[in-house]
């Protein structure tokens, strides 16, 4: 064996891992520099194998760590690893390694890797030769020279510990204090030797004393033995007694309880239909308030449509009325205009001639005085000019003058012949606009009409809309209604079940419900909820008779949740803690379950609970291992005596548990507080509740789609509304336009006359300024007279006879058409003033007859009278059926059922008042019956301690009576007293 490989670090001078090898299994030899580390190799080997560094305080292997620059050092370590091939240290390797490693606070040892204490290695080092008796296996440095100065004595002594010289001469001393010691012990056997010799004299003294005392002591045991035996009996008897007396007083408890139940339920169907009636009545007389108040604005929009109509047949009878009348009228007025248009078209015709002829006499007359006022200003222009040329200058500016002013008046002329032509084609054209315009009219006046009767059906389903919503809000009120009596049953139920199982239990469920929605609604943890299989009291079914008993024999284990396998449990665990959701949680995980074959005894007094469960099959090694061995029995003594032979516990009807142990538990258990009955009905409100709400869900949900038709009817009911509106709006700016276009016509008729007028004045006055023009013309370059001539007096003459003919002629026919043209004022004005607009205003009134008549308010508001009186038929017929159930319920029967209330509640305060008596009685028989089985236990143990019995014991002594018996033990007692004295002052003695 020798040293194979040394691994250092953090220890000393060696901060990094530093890996020493190879060795050489003869010798080997360190060479460095000094500071290189040398000593400390040594120190390292020394470290792991040598006692040196032993028991080190802290400060001591902070020391031994590496102190440089850089990070401090925390540990460090040395490992020796020796070849093993010659087998010397005990272990079956080649290679065996040593470790020791220290810091601040640890310093721990390893042999191949594993940690080991200080004393295993020195050990193992011993049986390789390292022997703490003998050190120099180490040579220190200067050890030799040391040696080779020492004395001769102190040479000696190193050679006696190198040899191992010095362990044989400490066995010898310790062999001689083991010789000394056994000298003593052999004297301290002799004088105890000699103290038995002296008490076996004693002891023979003593056994005749306790052969006396034992004599005594087995008659005392008889006795006291016939004493526990009779009281026994006595205890037996009593026990018999109150059994009987017990089951007297829980049959008659039970019969009260049946009867107190019976009168319970009774009362709360009482009550129920008390309740329920009043209910009933006061919806009744809500539905009816509603169905009155409804049909009495029904009756109300019934009088205004009546009234609507009403007038409306009014209007269109008054209309119908003065349409005829104006219709009369207006063959009347047409005919008077008739004979005036044939009037003035007679007259017309000569009125034009005279017009004419007067138009042609007045321009002549004109011109000829122009032309004789021209000869006249042409003599007088010698006066007035001097020279030829003067004048001539004056003529054209003149000529100039006149030819301006005819070109305008030319150009007024044109443009008023341009109007005049225009007009026409303005009155032509408003003609025909008034032609379309008019059968535009009687269309808009359809599109009215159209309109609103839309308006009528969109109004009509707006109510059919509002009475069905009304409808579904009475029924949505009424669901609330029983919603919220269902969600208060629902409390108290939770309550009650909070108060039975408790509060931590039943945040637990609604933990483990909320995970496996989250995980249904996520859909996530599938395998969770496939193999979460419920609760144990969802998962079994049985009569309600024996909840009792199954409450009392497995109490809240009902509430274990059943899963299919641990794994789930363990999720389930694991997201409730996740979510910090509260609550306590039992699993019953099926995969873990051992269940075995149970067999029951063969008899009539008992039923295996578990027989009398309903459960699928999946769940079946769940309900065997809560339920596989327990029994239920007829009575109290048959579960005693099967919990004994059968080692299960046993459980009766009434809540009685007798434990397998031998414990019994019970008494009196109200079943109205069954943890059962409240969670079957907390599971069925549950139920109830959710089917109320979805109910409701799904009539908002009506309601809702209600609203959106509504408020679409209503949109539309707006935008037609505005439609009618708009329509009757255009309808009255077509009729402001037609009659706009009317007056047009007329102004422009009436302009005609005056613009024709000044159309022929203004060829009149062209033609006066072209013949003045003409004269001008002709007097340039002529020269000047201060005379006329006798050709211009002629002219002259001439035009003066020519005036006065024309102004005779004139005279003439300004009279006849004065005359004529008074006629035709006259008749123009008859049909223009009075006859055209009487017609038109007949028109007017004929055509708004005729809308009135033709006006379909009649037929809708017929309509609506009629959906009117079929709704009130059917509200009469709701009120009708409404009374006629209101009737029905009975005031008589109503005081009926609360008198019998009344007697119901007196009859169960009586009995709840018997049932406390009795449950009182119960118990103290209970109490009784406990105080008894102690006795009894405390008899059946004395008898135990009195231990093994004479043969004689159990019938010696059985006719003498307690007195005797008590008298026979005192004095007994007596005696093995002073006996027992004697003995106890013996063994002081001793």
């Not at 107190?260 to 329920?276: A, F, G, H, W």
């Not at 009475?467 to 009475?474: L, V, Y």
């Amino acid at each position: 064996m020798y040293i194979k490989q040394v691994i250092i670090e953090g220890f000393r001078s060696y901060r990094e891992q530093t890996v020493i090898e190879p060795f050489s299994p003869e010798h080997n030899v360190i060479v460095g520099r000094n500071g290189c580390g040398k000593s400390n190799f040594f120190k390292a080997i020394q470290f792991v194998l040598s006692d040196e560094y032993t028991n080190l305080k802290e400060e001591d292997r902070i020391a031994l760590l590496h102190e440089g620059s850089g990070p401090k050092v925390m540990s460090g370590f040395v490992e020796i690893i020796f070849d093993n091939s010659d087998g010397r240290l005990p272990v079956e390797k080649d290679e065996v390694s040593i470790k020791r490693a220290i810091g601040m606070k640890k310093d721990q040892y390893f042999l191949d890797k594993k940690v080991v204490s200080k004393g295993d290695i020195m050990n193992f080092l011993e049986t390789a030769g390292f022997s703490r008796n003998n050190p120099y296996y180490i040579v220190k440095q200067g050890k030799i020279n040391e040696i080779s100065i020492a004395k001769d004595s102190f040479r000696l002594k190193i050679l006696k510990e190198v040899a191992g010289s010095n362990v044989y001469d400490e066995k010898k001393d310790e062999s001689r204090g083991i010789l000394k010691e056994a000298e003593e012990k052999r004297q301290s056997i002799l004088d105890v030797l000699k103290a038995i010799e002296d008490r076996l004299s004693q002891l023979e003294v003593e056994k005749e004393e306790l052969k006396e005392f034992q004599k005594w002591d087995k008659m005392k045991r008889s006795v006291e033995y016939t004493i526990h035996n009779k009281e026994l009996e006595n205890v037996q008897n009593k026990l018999i007694d109150l059994q009987k007396s017990r089951s007297e007083s829980s049959s008659k408890s039970n019969k009260i309880y049946e009867e107190l139940s019976r009168i319970s339920d009774e009362s709360k169907e009482t009550e129920k239909v008390i309740q329920d009636l009043k209910l009933k009545e006061t919806n009744i007389r809500d539905e009816l308030d509603q169905l009155n108040e409804e049909k009495s604005n029904l009756l109300s929009r019934r009088a205004r449509f009546e009234f609507d109509i009403r007038d409306a047949q009014d209007e269109s009878k008054q209309a119908a009325l003065s349409s005829d009348l104006a219709k009369t009228e207006l063959v009347r007025i047409e005919k008077q205009i008739k004979h005036a248009e044939e009037n003035l078209n007679k007259i017309l015709p000569e009125y034009d001639n005279l017009k004419s002829q007067e138009a042609e006499l007045t321009q002549e007359r004109v011109l000829c005085e122009q032309k004789k006022n021209e000869i006249y200003a042409k003599q007088g222009r010698s006066t007035r000019f001097r020279t030829m040329e003067d004048r001539d200058r004056w003529i054209k500016n003149e000529l100039k003058i006149i030819n301006k002013a005819i070109e305008d008046k030319k150009n007024l002329s044109s443009r008023l012949t341009e109007e005049l032509r225009s007009d026409k084609d303005r009155t032509d054209k408003f003609r025909v606009e008034i032609e379309h315009k008019s059968k535009d009219l009687e269309k808009q006046q359809q599109a009215i009409e159209d309109a609103e009767r839309k308006n009528f059906d969109l109004q009509h389903r707006k109510e059919e809309a509002q009475t069905k919503r009304n409808n579904m809000w009475r029924q949505e009120t009424q669901l609330t209604q029983d919603l919220n009596k269902l969600k208060e049953e629902y409390s108290k139920c939770e309550q009650n079940l909070r108060s039975s199982i408790g509060r931590t239990i039943l945040q637990g469920i609604e933990s483990i419900k909320q995970i496996l929605k989250q995980c249904e609604t996520d859909k996530t943890n599938s395998d969770v909820t496939k193999g979460y299989y419920g609760l144990l009291i969802d998962a079994i079914d049985c009569n309600k008779s024996f909840y009792t008993a199954i409450e009392s024999a497995v109490s809240n284990r009902l509430f274990y949740h059943v899963v299919e396998t641990d794994t789930v449990a363990m999720k389930l665990l694991k997201m409730m803690n996740q979510q910090k959701l509260h609550g306590e949680v039992n699993y019953l995980p099926l995969n873990v379950i051992r269940t075995e074959n149970v067999s029951y005894p063969n008899t009539t007094d008992a039923e295996a609970l578990i027989n009398l469960l309903k459960y699928e099959k999946k769940i079946e090694k769940g309900v065997k291992h809560v339920f596989d061995k327990i029994l239920l029995c007829r009575n109290s003594e048959a579960a005693t005596q099967l919990a004994k032979q059968t080692q299960m516990d046993c459980v009766l009807l009434d809540g009685d548990f007798i434990s397998r142990k031998g414990a019994l538990t019970g008494g009196y258990i109200d079943q109205k507080f069954s943890k059962m009955l409240f969670y079957r009905k907390r599971s069925e409100l549950v139920d109830e509740i959710s089917k109320k709400e979805a109910e409701i869900v799904t009539l908002q949900s009506d309601i809702g789609k209600i609203d959106s038709e509504l408020n679409t009817v209503l949109g539309e009911l707006i935008r037609q509304e505005n439609l009618i509106r708009r329509s009757k709006d255009t309808y009255e700016q077509m009729k402001l336009d037609l009659v706009s276009r009317k007056h047009e016509i007329q102004r422009y008729e009436q302009q005609k006359p005056q613009k024709e007028n000044s159309n022929r004045s203004l060829a009149v006055d062209i033609e006066q300024l072209q013949s003045k023009k003409q004269m001008l013309e002709s007097e340039l370059g002529t020269e000047l007279v201060k005379q006329l001539s006798s050709s211009d007096q002629k002219d002259v003459d001439e035009l003066t006879d020519k005036v006065h003919k024309l102004n005779q002629r004139l005279k003439e026919v300004l009279q006849r058409l004065s005359l004529i043209e008074t006629e035709k004022s006259h008749l123009d004005n008859q049909l223009k003033n009075n006859f055209l607009k009487k017609k038109e205003d007949l028109e007017k009134e004929v055509a708004e007859s005729l809308v009135a008549t033709r006006s379909n308010k009649i037929d809708l508001y017929s309509k609506e009278l009629e959906l009117l009186n079929e709704k009130i038929k059917l509200l009469d017929e709701n009120i009708k059926n409404l009374t006629s159930e209101l009737n029905g319920l009975n005031r008589t029967e109503l005081i009926k059922f609360e008198k019998k209330f009344e007697d119901l509640q007196d009859q169960e305060r009586k009995l709840q008042h018997d049932l406390q008596e009795s449950t009182v009685d119960l118990e103290k028989v209970s109490s009784k019956l406990s105080l008894l089985l102690k006795k009894k236990d405390e008899c059946l143990k004395a008898t135990r301690n009195l231990g093994v019995l004479p043969s004689d014991a159990y019938e010696k002594y059985s006719e003498m009576s307690s007195k005797e018996l008590y008298f026979k033990v005192n004095k007994k007692n007596s005696v093995k007293l002073t006996l027992f004295k004697l003995k106890l002052k013996m063994v002081n003695c001793s």
